[in-house]
């Protein structure tokens, strides 16, 4: 903690329930900070398809550097059905590419973990929830998201289109031995996810992990192809610790891990690098959900995941760990009084919870900041 600082963060609100989540996450930390003697200076980006409605690009590269220069960045959500065009040569989520692919945010940390207040908002059966405390590492700048070629052609017999699976061992020997260093300071057991039975890439990717495998000798290791791990992340999902997997295996995964914890409007994520500022690691914080636009502007968005993101923010790239441990604990105890956004609320109610929006789900965390104080991290707040 470096007491009096000012930390440079760029904001992207971006689309639907963007702005909404972000403004959210802003009051959050600025009330965190206030309570631990630190500030923020802000720099917002307008980009995805608010950045195609103004600037005619889903993010420009004089934006992408004001990032580059921040100490970290934080994101709501972009896209929408507005820009949702198949044959559109310009697309909300370029800007993601851009920032991740631009600043070398390789490794994409998502944890899931269930607040046993919770448990009933899960479809998952509560008592295969007890336990779950989960980090998906996922590869985030290769792979068949940004492998060139990746386009439709047109041959004699119709149309084909063809995108390029791409991995280099580099690409994948950074992402693998991060997984292995987290897995060190968690519970040294480390699964990972590919298709080898089918993929090149994916046996390039098991070559690569039992190569580093001897430099981390307490680290237990598993193999396990992605769609008997889907299968797993339901029916057995307490028995995961760190999972390391490639880039679309990663997206797809996490996105399903997200119905353990109740709603994806409850999971944050880090996108991180190797570049180091005056604090800590660059990174780009947000929550893995969507824009939403059904419900933006109506007070209904879960600001959770954007909070929780903010609180790996604190951690990861300003080194403000007792701070974010008071925000992670303020937004337990919220929870733990019931407070509920409706993607959390029963249908048919229950005892003891109260129905509330996004502001008063923001409202009642604040409140909690001041409650809590510089709480203790626990081991159910850690995301290293």
Known sequence: MTAGATYRVATVPGDGIGPEVIAAGRTALEAVGRAFGFAFEWTE??????????????????????????????????????????NAPVRPEQALFALRGGLDLFANLRPVRVHPALAASSPVRPELLEGVDMLIVRELTSGLYFGKPSEERSFEGGRAAIDT?????????R????????????????VSVDKANVLATSRLWRKVVEELRPEFAGVEVTHQ?????????????????????????????SDEASVLAGSLGMLPSASLGERRTAHGLLGLYEPIHGSAPTIAGQDKANPVGTIMSGAMLLRWSLGEAAAAASLEAAVSATLSDGFRTPD??????????TAVGTRGMLAAIVDRIAITGAAPRT??????
């Open 45 to 86: 980006i307008i980009a995805g398809g608010n950045g195609i409605d103004t600037w005619g690009v889903a993010i420009r590269p004089e934006d992408v550097e004001v990032a580059r220069g921040s100490d970290a960045i934080y994101l709501g959500a972009v896209g929408g059905p507005k820009w949702d065009n198949p």
């Open 165 to 173: 699976l791409w991995y280099t061992e580099a690409q994948i020997r």
């Open 175 to 190: 992402v693998v031995r991060l997984a292995f260093q987290l897995a060190q300071g968690r519970r040294s057991n480390l």
């Open 225 to 253: 192809l992605v769609d008997s791990c889907a299968m797993f992340l339901v029916t057995r999902p307490a028995s995961f610790d760190v999972l390391v997997t490639e880039n679309m295996f990663g997206d797809i995964l």
């Open 344 to 353: 959390l609320m029963p249908a048919a109610g229950g005892p003891g919870l």
């Open 379 to 384: 081991a159910a707040a850690q995301d290293r």
